[in-house]
């Protein structure tokens, strides 16, 4: 069928004349009338009634009319479609990364990279930083994220964080013992101690080597494994060490910490975070927008990469919580809730944060809910209210917190507590309940306070919630502005 003949027949069609469609078309009316013939002749059959008046279609000229419809429509549509690869919207990444680092960016890059680019594929190629690089400059991996140091001139070394080599140290050890914790050390100094290390490749055990072949030094090691978790879970458990980047490890040194840490001196190559890909590599669009990601990581916290509030609270970050998950937490918290009451005979206040969809620990928020009990107990303090029982819950279902508060007035700490959320920032996502020693809710209603707005428009939050006038993408979207905005203003 030929292109120009369909769009004459389609005219003519469309103007109800020949007269019509010729005005339409900008050609004499003797020219439409030889370009709708030769059509007909190719057809082998008469298009138009032309004794109708406007024209009609005959039999065969409906079934025409309906090719070149279905004809139009795939001729637009694969316009559109090499538009779009033209524009970039469609393709592939061929993606190196380590199962560690999979497991700590992925569930952060992949909903925002898919987000932005839904016809992207990632394909990913976990391997060790051993031999990625070799993989990038042989072309079968694209961009590659690994720990090393700069080495190959074919090769762009876009950093995207630095680390250093931190030793974590049960607490039982002799070196936690003798040494403060925190203290930068030479790794001399673990010499009696039993080393749980990665594999023989990892560049953890590359640096770790290097040091104890400097100084003549041969560790006792325990136990070797493929994974920095596994390891970091040993060390909890048993008096040993582990030499670990310190993007890995909790470096607090809390009490709560489940290690002591250490900075490792005398490291002479440091090996740091780089996004590695070749140096005449042509970065599309969503190439460089996966980069723009990775330094969105690098700009976070450190405790988004598990250093702080806690290895637990932030190993839980992009983990999906399952429906009966979340009924089961439910039941958990209102059993919790139940035992204080009993046990302190006094009001409870109850935080956890307002996080719509099943993604309850997004970035950020670890370090959000840390505020908030900041905020809640320097407020307690202010008052002169004193906590009898703390007790706080960390899993994938979200972030919790409980205070039995010695006070006879629930109202007083209820009007306290919106006061906290009526604060701005993240008092926004704050979601914080007072129980009388009853075991009664107190509502904003019950003090005479309007009900909370909706994050991202002027109604009340529960109307907007009940009629679901927003996404829970939407919703996401305006909690990350908020984390972000607020951290960044705080110099985290």
């Not at 990581?297 to 450190?302: E, I, M, Q, S, W």
């Not at 006879?408 to 209820?414: I, M, P």
Request: glycine share 6%.
């Amino acid at each position: 069928m030929n292109e120009k003949h369909m769009q004459y027949v389609l005219t003519v069609l469309k103007e109800g004349s020949f007269t019509g469609a010729a005005r339409k078309l900008y050609v004499s009316q003797p020219s439409l009338s030889q370009i709708i013939k030769a059509a007909e002749a190719n057809l082998g059959a008469p298009i138009f009634n032309r004794s109708t008046d406007p024209i009609t279609l005959t039999p065969a000229g409906a079934l025409y009319v309906k090719a070149a419809k279905q004809i139009s429509t795939i001729s637009t549509n694969l316009a559109k479609q090499v538009e779009e690869l033209s524009n970039e919207e469609f393709g592939k990444i061929r993606l190196g990364i380590s199962v560690q680092r999979g497991m700590e960016l992925l569930p952060y890059l992949y909903p925002r990279f898919k987000s932005r680019f839904p016809h992207v594929e990632l394909e990913l190629h976990e391997q060790g930083s051993a031999t990625m690089e070799e993989s990038v400059l042989e072309g079968s991996v694209g961009i590659a994220l690994l720990t090393t140091f700069p080495k190959y001139d074919e090769l762009v070394y876009d950093l995207i964080q630095k680390e250093n080599m931190v030793l974590l140290v049960n607490k039982a050890c002799a070196l936690a013992e003798r040494i403060r914790p925190g203290t930068p050390i030479d790794i001399r100094e673990a010499a009696d101690e039993v080393f749980i290390c990665s594999r023989q490749g990892h560049s953890a055990r590359t640096i770790l080597d290097a040091l104890c072949a400097a100084r003549n030094m041969k560790p006792e090691i325990g136990l070797e494994t493929i994974s920095i978790e596994v390891g970091k879970y040993v060390v909890a458990t048993s008096p040993v060490v582990m030499a670990c980047p310190d993007a890995y490890a909790d470096t607090e040194n809390s009490l709560q910490s489940p290690y002591y840490t250490y900075p490792i001196l005398g490291v002479e190559n440091p090996r740091h975070f780089f996004a590695c890909y070749r140096k005449d590599l042509y970065l599309t669009k969503y190439m460089r927008y996966l980069l723009e990601l990775l330094h969105e990581v690098r700009n976070l916290p450190a405790g988004r990469h598990g250093q702080t509030p806690g290895a637990e609270a932030q190993s839980l970050i992009g983990i999906p919580a399952e429906l009966p998950q979340m009924l089961n937490a439910r039941e958990q918290r209102a059993a919790l809730q139940n035992s204080l009451l009993v046990s302190c005979r006094c009001p409870l206040v109850s935080f956890t944060l307002n996080i719509p969809g099943p993604v309850k620990v997004l970035p950020l928020v670890p370090e959000a809910f840390d505020a908030g009990i900041s905020k809640i107990e320097d407020a307690l303090a202010d008052q002169g209210l004193p906590v009898v029982r703390r007790e706080q819950v960390i899993q994938a279902t979200g972030l919790e917190a409980m205070w039995a508060v010695e006070t006879a007035g629930a109202v007083r700490l209820k009007t306290l507590m919106a006061a906290i959320e009526d604060g701005g920032g993240l008092g926004r996502l704050f979601d914080i309940d007072v129980l009388d020693a009853g075991g009664k809710k107190l509502s904003r209603e019950d003090l005479g306070l309007p009900p909370r707005k909706c994050l991202l428009c002027e109604q009340p939050a529960h109307a907007c919630a009940r009629s679901r006038t927003h996404t829970v993408m939407e919703l996401t979207e305006q909690i990350e502005s908020i984390l972000r905005k607020e951290f960044s203003h705080h110099g985290i």
